[in-house]
């Protein structure tokens, strides 16, 4: 049974359990293609610490990204990634992946409430052919629509409705409350950039399993040029990613957070700064967020890997 529906800070989603009480230590856990990464941070007044940072490689074909094959042989691994006594008392978050989502951007009467804007979301997806009996429906305000003061921007998302119920019976298998489920790219694209008071900094996840760029407040944009191609070297495989973003580009992005655990994430800033007028560099951890000496390399380049992680089990203490 789905959790209910609530609105917080403009962004409808899975609300906690009635009666739990917001999270003071939340694990955020990152299901790859073929690697599973762990993040555990605590609340600290209005700092959040991370505790641990861990990973754990998957067999092949491994879980799967939108649907587990197996969740019991998920779950033991995630357990051994959970062992730790500091998660014993932790809530749990887990993401639905940007490749499993689809978006609308519609516009919507600016006075409707929280409800009527659901109900008008499920009908609009609807006529697209997302129907409610195979989807969870989400949406994120915008802000005003330019020109029309009465209505407001929302970029609608539909989650397929087995997505969702493989990560609630995994929260299930581990026996952990589940917290949120948000959507993978917004999440990592709001906590990357809360330090950042433009919107001219573009998210580039570059990682094994999930490869997108998300610009603005729009939804994120799939790439498909792999990490690096058959018989190809690495420069040659930066420069066919730099092809592939340029026509996807807006005018207004003047900075890209890179993000993800691609080799080489290192060379592309040199290769941006050569080839295009944007700035490029491995995403900086938000200021309220303080590392345990214990998390190891604290550098940006070594830690971009755990960055949707941290940002899953952020958004648990939020």
């Not at 049974?1 to 999270?23: I, Q």
């Not at 990464?37 to 939108?66: C, E, F, I, M």
């Not at 629509?145 to 581990?174: K, M, Y």
Request: net charge positive.
């Amino acid at each position: 049974m789905l959790l209910p529906w609530h609105e917080v800070s403009g962004m409808v989603r899975l609300s906690l359990p009635l009666g739990l009480r917001p999270a003071s230590l939340c694990a955020g856990l990152d299901i790859g293609r073929d690697s599973l990464r762990l993040a555990l941070l605590r609340r600290r007044g209005g700092r959040r610490q991370v505790l641990q940072l861990a990973t754990r490689r998957l067999p092949s074909p491994g879980a799967g990204r939108d649907h587990f094959s197996d969740i019991d042989a998920l779950a033991s691994h995630c357990r051994a990634l959970l062992a730790a006594p500091a998660c014993r008392d932790a809530t749990l978050v887990l993401a639905i992946p940007a490749a499993s989502l689809t978006h609308r951007q519609l516009v919507l009467p600016a006075g409707s409430n929280a409800v009527q804007r659901l109900s008008q979301v499920r009908a609009e997806m609807a006529a697209h052919g997302l129907a409610a009996e195979e989807y969870e429906l989400d949406y994120q305000l915008q802000g005003p629509q330019p020109g029309s003061p009465g209505d407001v921007q929302v970029l609608a998302l539909a989650a397929p409705t087995l997505a969702i119920e493989d990560r609630l019976a995994l929260a299930e298998a581990l026996q952990m409350p589940l917290a949120a489920l948000p959507p993978e790219d917004l999440c990592l694209r709001d906590f990357l950039r809360q330090d950042r008071p433009t919107r001219a900094a573009a998210v580039l996840r570059l990682d094994s399993g999930s490869r997108w760029l998300i610009q603005g407040t729009g939804a994120s944009q799939p790439l498909h040029c792999p990490a690096a191609a058959v018989g190809k070297s690495r420069a040659d495989a930066a420069l066919a990613l730099l092809a592939e973003l340029a026509p996807l580009l807006h005018q207004r992005t003047h900075q890209l957070l890179l993000t993800g655990d691609q080799p080489g994430l290192d060379d592309l800033p040199r290769l941006f700064h050569r080839y295009t007028s944007l700035t490029a560099a491995p995403a900086r951890l938000p200021a309220s967020l303080v590392l345990a000496t214990a998390s190891g390399d604290t550098t940006p380049s070594a830690l971009s890997g755990f960055h949707l992680a941290l940002a899953l089990a952020a958004r648990g203490l939020a």
